[in-house]
């Protein structure tokens, strides 16, 4: 997985809105060929989007059924070549976080299983 991958995540302000921007930053933090972007850049741009975006394999990341993530970008034609569903993932670990703002006990595992999940559907592309 050495191409670039730009992670375009859920923005929500939903207990699993924190949990995906938690785990698409870390993510970038801790590898050098991911970047995390910020829909909402995007949305306010009225005909592009960032340079972030170029060359790089794009992945969104959702937080509920709204998907707005990849909505925008659709609405920008930029097709990603996929979409992580978060709450299926967490749903998949029984987990129910919480607290929109900081991320308690299920949050905190919520993120570690979900990049884990990231990461392992990124070794596919």
Known sequence: MSDKIALVSCSG?????????????????????????CITEYSAQPNNCSPILDDAKIVTITGCSDDCASVILKEKDIDPIMNISA????????????????????????????????LKELENI
Do not use: C, F, W
Request: proline share 4%; charged share 30%; no cysteine.
């Open 13 to 37: 302000l939903s207990p699993l809105g924190l949990v995906v921007r938690a785990a698409s930053v870390e993510l970038a933090l801790e590898n050098d060929n991911i970047v995390a972007a």
């Open 87 to 118: 709450d299926a993932v967490v749903k998949t670990y029984d987990l129910n976080p919480l607290d929109a703002v900081r991320l308690d006990e299920d949050g905190e595992k919520a993120v570690d299983v979900l990049k884990k999940y990231i």
